[in-house]
């Protein structure tokens, strides 16, 4: 099997805070993660892909220090919504790409932020 | 360029009826094609995958898809749909060829209702 733990579900901050959110594989190692940002009846929008032990790459338009995305381990990645405000809010969904004894992609079940 | 193509925002069927959801793709080498479904506020849920062998490929509840190559197609079917399976649905493409680049390029989604 594989399973992406993505936590919290959902999370109201207000503007200025930050928010983490976390993914784990609990079954298997994630070398890597995708993040994606969803908004309201939309696409999935890659913004970044977290590499364990190296920097993540971050597509084009994403800030990188608004967003920043750390792979600490081969269970766990990280995206930490810096000072964050409204335009911020949306839905944000891990990935893990397919790996020895899965050839799926496998999702995290996507965290609701919302900056008040 | 890689890409993928929903033509439908939006289909509708009636309960019983057979439905279609239609997906192409563009890609420079062998594409490697998915099809996910995503509930409202949830993570995305694997439905099937075309990666080499038989054109039709069956998976989770009842669906099943067709890889086309000459028509660069990938349409998702159904021979009787469910209330249930009202539900947003992505069609998502990987370049075979493309090595450690495990990218999904994802369609913009069709949202899919069944009336009873």
């Known amino acids: 099997g594989a399973v992406v733990s993505q936590h919290p579900s959902w999370v109201i901050c207000k503007s200025g805070t930050s928010v983490k959110i976390e993914c784990r594989s609990l079954?298997?190692?994630?070398?890597?993660m995708f993040w994606y940002r969803q908004f309201p009846k939309q696409s999935l929008m890659l913004m970044a892909t977290?590499?364990?032990?190296?920097?993540?790459?971050?597509e084009q338009g994403v800030e990188k220090d608004k967003f920043l995305i750390n792979h600490a381990s081969l269970t766990l990645s990280t995206l930490t919504v810096t000072s964050a405000h409204p335009e911020d809010s949306s839905f944000y969904i891990c990935?893990?790409?397919?790996?020895?004894?899965?050839?799926?992609?496998?999702f995290g079940s996507g965290t609701r932020l919302t900056v008040v | 360029a890689q890409s993928v193509a929903q033509p439908e925002d939006q289909v509708n069927v009636a309960e019983g009826n057979p439905l279609t959801v239609k997906c192409t793709y563009s890609?420079?080498?062998?594409?490697?094609l998915f099809w996910y479904v995503q509930y409202p506020n949830r993570g995305l849920q694997f439905l099937l995958k075309?990666?080499?062998?038989d054109n039709l490929v069956k998976g989770s509840y009842g669906f099943e898809a067709e890889f086309n190559k000459s028509q660069t197609s990938f349409h998702l079917k159904k021979p009787s749909a469910l209330v249930s399976d009202s539900a947003l649905y992505f069609c998502?493409?990987?370049?075979?060829?493309?090595?450690?680049?495990?990218?999904?390029?994802w369609g913009l989604g069709t949202s899919l209702a069944v009336n009873p």
């Open positions: 977290s590499n364990e032990g190296s920097k993540a790459t971050y």
């Open positions: 990935s893990a790409p397919p790996h020895r004894g899965y050839n799926g992609y496998t």
């Open positions: 998502a493409v990987r370049d075979g060829n493309a090595g450690n680049n495990r990218k999904l390029i």
């Open positions: 079954d298997f190692q994630a070398t890597t």
């Open positions: 075309y990666i080499t062998g």
């Open positions: 890609v420079s080498g062998n594409p490697y």
